[in-house]
């Protein structure tokens, strides 16, 4: 089971990444627009929040296993 949750854990720390690199993406996009209150910066902040959570979710898993292991 733990081999499965690392699995999982290193699945959503590539999610994580994924959605860094969007963030930045629309976040450059609202910059070169000129537009920094458009929907690109209200969909960077919404990526960015999601991020957050696949973060806690992969350090939650993280966690378990440092207390599988003690």
């Known amino acids: 089971m733990a081999d499965d949750l690392d699995d999982i854990r290193r699945r ?19 910059i070169d627009d000129g537009q920094p209150g458009d929907g690109s910066s209200v969909d960077e902040r919404r ?10 979710a992969a350090h939650l898993l993280e966690a378990g296993e440092a207390e599988v292991e003690a």
């Open 12 to 30: 959503l720390e590539a999610v994580s990444e994924e959605l860094a690199d969007l963030a930045i993406e629309r976040l450059r996009a609202s």
């Open 47 to 56: 990526i960015t929040r999601a991020r957050r959570a696949v973060d806690k």
